[in-house]
Antibody, heavy 121, light 107 residues
Framework: QITLKESGPTLVKPTQTLTLTCTFS??????????VGWIRQPPGKALEWLAL???????RYSPSLKNGLTVIKDASKNQVVLIMTNVDPVDTATYYC?????????????WGQGTMVIVSS | DIQMTQSPSSLSASVGDRVTITCRAS??????LNWYQQKPGTAPRLLIH???TSQSGVPSRFSGSGSGTDFTLIISSLQPEDFATYYC?????????FGQGTKVEIK
């Protein structure tokens, strides 16, 4: 059974750095083809893809946020970390991590419950 | 980036109605198209991947079709538990992109 869970601060001040952790079970991020993605959703708005990291440490980022995002993995701890620098109130959102299938065509089959982050002074 | 455009943005329907949601990609994505259902306060749930392959446990009233740039999600007979927001998403290339969502409301 695959599960994912996001954790991190609920409230962050503008210009600070946001660090979110995705802890997962039921799969290995060392297994060929597997990926973990981050997606966010501002209140009342649509889903927005942020980043993906693959089993081979290939990392992909949203072009609109690329300069402020870093994603890293610790396969031994079954964790993926998203780091977002210089946050702004527009970054207020629920942040999800999700497992992307190893087989093509890919999809986000399993999602965490999400963690709400408020950016406010 | 590949833009995904859903229509309509929202719709009102009654239980038992047939509902059709469309998703158009700004360029060819073959069948690299996924559909998700999201209910308020919960994470999205994958309904259909590869344009037409239903996930295990998804009721048969949900079906997907299309290829290339035009895709459709059909709910053949709307049930009370189907009132939600539906998103399409392409996995053809990076960056992954979602449609803006279609909210299905009770008429």
């Amino acid at each position: 059974q695959i599960t994912l869970k996001e954790s991190g601060p609920t409230l962050v001040k503008p210009t600070q750095t946001l660090t979110l952790t995705c802890t997962f079970s039921g799969f290995s991020l060392s297994a060929n083809g597997v990926g973990v993605g981050w997606i966010r959703q501002p209140p009342g708005k649509a889903l927005e893809w942020l980043a993906l990291i693959y089993w081979n440490d290939d990392k992909r980022y949203s072009p609109s946020l690329k300069n402020g995002l870093t994603v890293i993995k610790d396969a031994s701890k079954n964790q993926v970390v998203l780091i977002m620098t210089n946050v702004d109130p527009v970054d207020t959102a629920t942040y999800y991590c999700a497992h992307e299938t190893a087989t093509v065509p890919r999809a986000f089959h399993f999602w965490g419950q999400g963690t709400m982050v408020i950016v406010s002074s | 980036d590949i833009q995904m455009t859903q229509s309509p943005s929202s719709l009102s329907a009654s239980v038992g109605d047939r509902v059709t949601i469309t998703c158009r990609a700004s360029q060819n994505i073959d069948n690299y198209l996924n559909w998700y259902q999201q209910k308020p306060g919960t994470a999205p749930r994958l309904l259909i991947h590869a344009a037409s392959t239903s996930q295990s446990g998804v009721p048969s009233r949900f079906s997907g079709s299309g290829s290339g740039t035009d895709f459709t999600l059909i709910i053949s007979s709307l049930q009370p538990e189907d009132f939600a927001t539906y998103y399409c998403q392409q996995s053809y290339s990076m960056p992954r992109t979602f449609g803006q969502g279609t909210k299905v409301e009770i008429k």
